[in-house]
């Protein structure tokens, strides 16, 4: 069983940087393909970006790319992702989701494990 804690979520203003923490514990997140998700009210949850615990690249939704960096620390079993150029579209709960495999997919459904969420409010 892994269990995951998001932290890091807060309210900050347009053009501002945040990053996201996702600590883990019960399994090492060097075996683990960790991701990104976010759900803004009364939209679907999506990715945001994700990472696999081999040497490939990370993958980055396209709202993501340019601004977003997913990163992992094995030595503190944490996953992090750095927001900056931040819009008021980016404020939704962010998700932090870990899935026993080498490939980075995108579909909520594919993850076994789920945090309970960071709330980031973007404000303009």
């Known amino acids: 069983q892994v269990q995951l804690e998001e932290s890091g979520g807060g309210l900050v203003q347009a053009g501002g940087s945040l990053r996201l923490s996702c600590a883990a514990s019960?399994?090492?997140?060097?075996?683990?393909?960790m991701g990104w998700f976010r759900q803004a009210p009364g939209k679907e949850r999506e990715f945001v970006a994700g990472k696999s615990w081999g040497l490939e690249m990370p993958s980055y939704a396209d709202f993501a790319k340019g601004r977003f960096t997913i990163s992992r620390d094995n030595a503190k079993n944490t996953v992090y992702l750095q927001m900056s150029s931040l819009k008021p579209e980016d404020t939704a709960v962010y998700f932090c989701?870990?899935?026993?495999?080498?490939?980075?997919?995108?579909?909520?459904?594919?993850?076994?494990?789920w945090g309970q969420g960071t709330q980031v409010t973007v404000s303009s």
């Open positions: 019960g399994r090492t997140v060097s075996s683990l393909t």
């Open positions: 989701a870990a899935r026993p495999s080498i490939v980075v997919v995108t579909r909520t459904s594919d993850y076994n494990y």
